[in-house]
């Protein structure tokens, strides 16, 4: 023992998870530039600039391509290593895409300067990472395989040194410990990394997320095991959803044992910076807690407990919070326990309010769930409760190869489809990856900038998910309601109020939450009594009934002149009917995909379909015109 000191290194996370959590991943690269030389100048072990869903927010709601980001930041930061976060065989979006795109994509990344690249699977399945693996390896950039941290019966250590074993045996240069829901404790850290450190003897790095208020104190413990470097975000974009402060881990490890290489006076001219930025986005900027006491006791990650509010408000449904977070571990359990990350959190969690809300578990599943189930997204990490499988897709066998030796090879096909539009690539795989949002963005059409509702595009990676979660009714019985999708139709008011009992050490308090197209708000207090009444009606699952009927009065996006408006943030996935159909009241005219649910458009009354103001995949606002009855 020598009075060397050890060297841990610091990414920055600023530039792409830092603001994804906070900020909904909406910062420009205009506010990234005028800081770039100073940072480059600060000595971070890397910068994460690019990946998880800054790629798909660019396009989505900055008119920005996310390629030309990447070239611009590769130009501005000459010193420091950039990193980027990629979902295994997902690469940036939310399913396996054909080998062929992998190397395309890899490839390009690599080209435009991406020198280390982070990748993981959403169940932990190294053959779903593999591929990558090799193609970064090919384009001589460096591997970091990631295990997802995640609690239940089957992560022992054991699991996670096994894990670690087969992305050391497929060529990781070094292993990323990712903490999506900050529930990593810093005892569990420091007994995992040093299991690790000791059978693999690569490079240690730890991500979390502040959430649950342990983040800094599991990276000590961490780095006393032998973990090498920690992700940490700026101050001014720091904590709550985000990563542990930058600063505060430079101070703590510049001292005893430690030293990062990185002045803490420096450090701290960026926070002067960055706080300006963080006030043009004001809008959404939302997550106001410091410490979410939820992640701590349901250990599912924040964003989990928000979607949850927000599906559940839709459904009118808001008492059954609790049956719903009661219900996440026992579908978890059915599933094999599966972390919960992107994009099995958006599985889980719908899973979850669809089997409360239906009043029988499974009666209803969604399509992500059925491919769950035939093995499409990989294999499970656990076992998958058989009855449970055998009810959702009856004798059908699950596969069990590696579910992207099933895709045919996709950049042909996509070259004809899209034809001179994509004139590289690049823009191709932009095409491939996000059809719907590129198509209109290459072509210079693209509405995004500023359009955007505000709740589309929550915080948290685990939330940013804009693929709807079709709903496959097992019994197709679509009229009675209860149990059929239409029990989630027909939203249309503006603005619900519910209440949520939680337990607080003991003691029982009542919440009230209002949601309204800008996302929820929570306030303490009592409700009166006849209000509480009136909610406790309201809570029950929507059906077309007498009740339906004697709501409508207080509807709120019917106006006099029977112009139907939107009800809520969200994308329209359907348009039924066209203009001229003759309708009756309560025929379907439109769905509207918000929260990963479809909701149907009804007809207020009968008539004829007039002008209709949207087509399938815009976005819309509450309060923007649909179509007209005359
Ligand atoms: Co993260």
């Known amino acids: 023992m020598s009075g060397q000191k050890r060297h841990i290194g610091i990414t920055d996370t600023t530039l792409r998870d830092g603001h994804q959590s906070l900020l909904a991943t909406r910062m420009k690269t205009k506010d990234m530039l005028p800081i770039a030389e100073k940072m480059d100048e600060m000595g971070f072990h890397s910068l994460e600039v690019w990946g998880g869903a800054t790629f798909d927010s660019c396009m989505r709601f900055l008119n920005e391509d996310p390629w030309e980001r990447l070239k611009t930041l ?5 010193k420091t290593k950039l990193q980027m976060l990629l979902r295994g065989q997902n690469l940036v979006g939310y399913k396996h895409y054909a080998d062929d795109v992998v190397e395309a994509f890899v490839a390009k990344a690599a080209e435009h300067g991406i020198d280390i690249f982070r990748i993981f699977d959403a169940l932990n399945d190294v053959r779903n990472m ?60 420091y007994d995992l990394v040093l299991a690790l450190k000791k059978e693999l003897s690569l490079p240690i790095q730890m991500h979390t997320h502040y959430t649950s208020g342990m983040g800094s104190m599991m990276y000590l413990k961490a780095i006393e095991a032998g973990a090498d470097v920690v992700d940490t975000a700026n101050s001014a974009l720091a904590l709550g959803t985000s990563q542990p402060a930058t600063e505060t881990m430079i101070a703590v490890l510049n001292e005893g044992a430690y030293e990062t290489g990185i002045d803490l006076e420096q450090a701290s001219l960026l926070a002067e910076y960055f706080k300006e930025v963080r ?4 809008e959404f900027d939302v997550y106001k807690a410091g410490v979410d006491v939820n992640v701590l006791r349901y250990q599912v990650p924040g964003g989990m407990l928000s979607n949850f509010i927000s599906q559940l408000s839709q459904a009118n449904a808001l008492d059954k919070f609790e049956a719903v977070l009661q219900e996440v571990p026992r579908v978890r359990a059915d599933m094999g326990f599966p972390p919960l990350v992107t994009p099995s959190s958006q599985i889980v969690g719908s899973q979850a309010v669809l089997n409360i809300l239906t009043g029988e578990r499974y009666k209803m ?16 990490p656990g076992e998958v409760n058989e009855e449970i499988r055998k009810k959702i897709i009856g004798d059908e066998r699950p596969i069990t190869v590696r579910p992207a030796d099933l ?62 979660m079709a709903v496959a009714p097992i019994n197709t019985n679509l009229s009675s309601g209860v149990g059929s999708a239409a029990s989630f139709a027909a939203n249309r008011k503006n603005t619900r109020t519910g209440g949520i009992s939680f337990n607080f050490n003991g003691k029982i308090e009542k919440l009230k939450i209002s949601v309204d197209g800008n996302g929820y708000k929570v306030d303490t207090g009592k409700f009166d009594d006849e209000k509480e009444e009136q909610e406790e009606q309201n809570n029950e699952i929507p059906s077309h009934d007498a009740k339906e009927e004697k709501e409508a009065p207080k509807v709120a996006n019917i106006s006099a002149d029977s112009t139907v408006t939107a009800p809520m943030p969200g994308k329209i996935f359907k348009v039924i009917l066209s203009k001229g159909s003759k309708v009756r009241q309560g025929d379907i005219v439109m ?17 004829t379909v007039g002008e209709i103001s949207v087509a399938e995949g815009d976005a819309v606002n509450p309060g923007d015109i649909l179509f007209k009855i005359k």
């Not at 001589?140 to 941290?149: F, L, P, S």
């Not at 491939?432 to 059409?445: D, H, S």
């Open 279 to 282: 006030k043009d986005y004001e």
């Open 591 to 607: 769905i509207l995909e918000a929260m990963k649910m479809e909701n149907e458009i009804l007809a207020p009354m009968d008539g």
């Open 365 to 380: 599943v969604t399509n992500e769930v059925k491919n769950y189930m035939k093995g499409l997204y990989g294999k499970a």
């Open 130 to 189: 593999q591929k990558a693996m090799e193609e970064v390896r090919k384009n001589g950039k460096h591997v970091q395989a990631t295990i997802c941290y995640t609690l239940g019966p089957i992560y022992d250590l054991e699991y996670y040194l096994k894990m670690g074993r087969e992305l050391k045996d497929i060529g990781a240069d070094s292993i990323c410990i990712k903490d999506m829901a900050g529930i990593l404790s810093p005892y569990a850290a």
């Open 407 to 468: 895709l045919e090879p996709q950049i042909e096909s996509a070259k004809q489809e899209i034809g001179e539009l994509a004139k590289n690539m690049e823009e191709l795989l932009l095409y491939i990856l996000f059809p719907q949002v590129a198509k209109p963005f290459l072509e210079g059409t693209s509405t995004a900038e500023e359009s955007q509702p505000k709740s589309v595009a929550k915080k948290e990676e685990q939330q940013v998910e804009p693929k709807p």
């Open 74 to 78: 590769r130009k501005a930061f000459q």
